[in-house]
T-cell receptor, first 116, second 116 residues
Framework: AQSVTQLGSHVSVSEGALVLLRCNYSSSVPPYLFWYVQYPNQGLQLLLKYTSAATLVKGINGFEAEFKKSETSFHLTKPSAHMSDAAEYFCAVSDLGGTSYGKLTFGQGTILTVHP | KAGVTQTPRYLIKTRGQQVTLSCSPISGHRSVSWYQQTPGQGLQFLFEYFSETQRNKGNFPGRFSGRQFSNSRSEMNVSTLELGDSALYLC???????????????FGQGTRLTVV
C-alpha cells in the first residue's frame, strides 16, 4: 500500500524567502511522485512529477523537487517566494505496474502563506 | 484545447436525495478518475474508468457509483445522500494514468456538493 506524509499542514514564509514543503512517501514498488497546487475553489494543477528519470525535477513557476530514495522523500522547493504562490500544495504518489489503476494517493496538504 | 469540464459547479441537495455529477474529459483522454475532497479526510480516490470499464475503486460505500460512456464522458452518482457527503468532487482525466508518470492527470474545477 502506498502512503504520503506531508510534514506541516501550514507553512508561512516572507516574500522572497525560500519555500520548502516536505513530503515523504511509502511505496512497495518504484513510485511516480507528483506535486499539485490548488487555489481556493479550484481544481488541482500539476507543478511537477518524478518518473524515475532525473532525481532533480524542475516544474512550473520556479518550483523544483528532489527525489531521494534513501530518505523516501520528495520535498518541494522554490528559491524565492512570491505572493502568488499562496495556495495549498499536495504531494501524491502513484505506483508503476501495480493494480492501482488510475489511483493517486495524496498527502493531507500544506497551506502556504506568503507575507509581504 | 479545452480542459476537463465538470458540471454543475455547485449543488445543494437534501439528505436522502440522490445526485449525479458529470465530467467531460480532455478530448482524446480515455481514463477518468474521481476524487472526494473534504477538510477532514483530504483527497480520497473514488474510482477510475477506462474505456467504459471500472478498473479501480476506492473504499466508499455502494451509494457511490459511476459510469463512463463511449465518448469517455463520465458520471458519478451518490444515492441516499448523507450530511457527510458534502464535499468537493474532483474529476481527473488522462491518456491512461495506469501508465503512471508517463501521462499527466488533468483535474477539473470540481463540483461543490452541499447536503443539508
Amino acid at each position: 500500500a502506498q502512503s504520503v506524509t506531508q510534514l506541516g499542514s501550514h507553512v508561512s514564509v516572507s516574500e522572497g524567502a525560500l519555500v520548502l514543503l516536505r513530503c515523504n512517501y511509502s511505496s512497495s514498488v518504484p513510485p511516480y511522485l507528483f506535486w499539485y497546487v490548488q487555489y481556493p475553489n479550484q481544481g488541482l494543477q500539476l507543478l511537477l512529477k518524478y518518473t524515475s528519470a532525473a532525481t532533480l525535477v524542475k516544474g512550473i513557476n520556479g518550483f523544483e523537487a528532489e527525489f531521494k530514495k534513501s530518505e523516501t522523500s520528495f520535498h518541494l522547493t522554490k528559491p524565492s517566494a512570491h505572493m502568488s504562490d499562496a495556495a495549498e500544495y499536495f504531494c501524491a504518489v502513484s505506483d508503476l505496474g501495480g493494480t492501482s489503476y488510475g489511483k493517486l494517493t495524496f498527502g493531507q496538504g500544506t497551506i502556504l502563506t506568503v507575507h509581504p | 484545447k479545452a480542459g476537463v469540464t465538470q458540471t454543475p459547479r455547485y449543488l445543494i441537495k437534501t439528505r436522502g436525495q440522490q445526485v449525479t455529477l458529470s465530467c467531460s474529459p480532455i478530448s482524446g483522454h480515455r481514463s477518468v478518475s474521481w476524487y472526494q475532497q473534504t477538510p477532514g479526510q483530504g483527497l480520497q480516490f473514488l474510482f477510475e474508468y477506462f474505456s467504459e470499464t471500472q478498473r479501480n475503486k476506492g473504499n466508499f460505500p455502494g451509494r457511490f457509483s459511476g459510469r463512463q460512456f463511449s465518448n469517455s464522458r463520465s458520471e458519478m452518482n451518490v444515492s441516499t445522500l448523507e450530511l457527510g457527503d458534502s464535499a468537493l468532487y474532483l474529476c481527473a482525466s488522462s491518456l491512461d494514468i495506469y501508465r503512471g508518470g508517463d501521462t499527466e492527470a488533468f483535474f477539473g474545477q470540481g463540483t461543490r456538493l452541499t447536503v443539508v
